[in-house]
């Protein structure tokens, strides 16, 4: 039987896992600073639209549209809270250094989904019904 050497330090492979509060912790550090460039890119895209489209659109300004346009801007936020869904189990995993560095991936791929449903969303749900 062979006895560890108790001066040669443990593998990364073998070391514990980080706790759960630093992981956490780490990923709302990443995260949350990079929800104001979602919701401006978000931003961008329907005010994209609006400019565009302005004369046609001006009539669908009420408060019901409003309401709707700031329930649909809380639900993108759900969404945006998918990334923690990926983010705190890959974070766990062998490949937690490489993954943090390679994260901006998962945000960049996030945004371009999210501003093409909204343009989707615009496009074919909001302006063909503006009379």
């Not at 709302?28 to 931003?43: C, D, F, Q, S, V």
């Not at 302005?54 to 993108?76: D, H």
């Amino acid at each position: 039987m062979r006895i560890p050497d108790p001066t040669v330090a443990p593998s990364p492979a073998s070391s514990a896992p980080p706790p759960f509060r630093e992981v956490l912790t780490d990923s709302l550090k990443y995260w949350e600073p990079l929800r104001i460039g979602y919701n401006a890119i978000l931003t961008l895209v329907v005010l994209g639209w609006v400019a565009f489209t302005w004369p046609r659109l001006r009539g669908a300004f009420t408060w019901s549209s409003i309401l709707a346009l700031f329930v649909l801007a809380v639900l993108a936020n759900v969404c945006y809270c998918a990334a923690y869904l990926v983010d705190v189990p890959v974070q766990y995993s062998a490949f937690r250094d490489s993954w943090r560095r390679r994260r901006w991936l998962l945000w960049l791929i996030g945004v371009i989904f999210a501003g093409i449903i909204a343009f989707y969303w615009l496009a074919d749900e909001i302006y063909p019904s503006v009379q």
